[in-house]
Antibody
Framework: EVQLVQSGAEVKKPGESLKISCKGSGYSFTRYWIGWVRQMPGKGLEWMGIIYPGDSDTRYSPSFQGQVTISADKSISTAYLQWSSLKASDTAMYYC???????????WGQGTMVTVSS | EIVLTQSPGTLSLSPGERATLSCRASQSVSSSYLAWYQQKPGQAPRLLIYGASSRATGIPDRFSGSGSGTDFTLTISRLEPEDFAVYYCQQYGGSPPWTFGQGTKVEIK
């Protein structure tokens, strides 16, 4: 079965760092882009960025450039999203998703809820 | 960056009725690289339509997509109880970012 499994919910304080993960299985992880999507509470989907695990080519939305870092470790079929200094406004559900041959996100992770509160 | 505007924000309909959702782009979407996703509460989005009009694997034929250029439509021919959800369009042509619309909620009237 093709699936993406994300790491569990996180509760952090402002200023702390965080790295969440997305592990792919059931397919060749290095051959598909993995994207990250933010969904703030009660709001819509926001496209954050995308990485090609085969060579770590990464693209960011201008809205998220410099705010987060996307990376991947192809040896363990895992993509990451990280923050160096969290803000309360980073509180959201974060989804990873696989970009398939049509260019769309065909497989989604279950989401990781990140709560940032003092 | 292409901005997608969905309308209406909320659609109140009864089961069995037809739903028509609109997605308008701020500039032409290349090669009709427009997708539609469905999201139910507490769940990840699910791909419905890609290439403006092609149904994804396992999607019932009551869902159909149409349009080109800057104007796209998702139609649900007869609403089933499980279709009440939020729907998002996404453009994925050209260079990133591959943006989403703000969503249309289809609710039970």
């Amino acid at each position: 079965e093709v699936q993406l499994v994300q790491s569990g919910a996180e509760v952090k304080k402002p200023g702390e760092s965080l790295k969440i993960s997305c592990k792919g299985s059931g397919y060749s992880f290095t051959r598909y882009w993995i994207g990250w999507v933010r969904q703030m509470p009660g709001k819509g989907l926001e496209w954050m960025g995308i990485i090609y695990p085969g060579d770590s080519d990464t693209r960011y939305s201008p809205s998220f450039q410099g705010q987060v870092t996307i990376s991947a470790d192809k040896s363990i079929s895992t993509a990451y999203l990280q923050w160096s200094s969290l803000k309360a406004s980073d509180t959201a559900m974060y989804y990873c998703a696989r970009r398939d041959s049509t260019g769309t996100f065909d497989i989604w992770g279950q989401g990781t809820m990140v709560t940032v509160s003092s | 960056e292409i901005v997608l505007t969905q309308s209406p924000g909320t659609l109140s309909l009864s089961p069995g009725e037809r739903a028509t959702l609109s997605c308008r782009a701020s500039q032409s979407v290349s090669s009709s690289y427009l997708a539609w996703y469905q999201q139910k509460p507490g769940q990840a989005p699910r791909l419905l339509i890609y290439g403006a009009s092609s149904r994804a694997t396992g999607i019932p034929d009551r869902f159909s997509g149409s349009g080109s250029g800057t104007d796209f439509t998702l139609t649900i021919s007869r609403l089933e109880p499980e279709d009440f959800a939020v729907y998002y369009c996404q453009q994925y042509g050209g260079s990133p970012p591959w943006t989403f619309g703000q969503g249309t909620k289809v609710e039970i009237k």
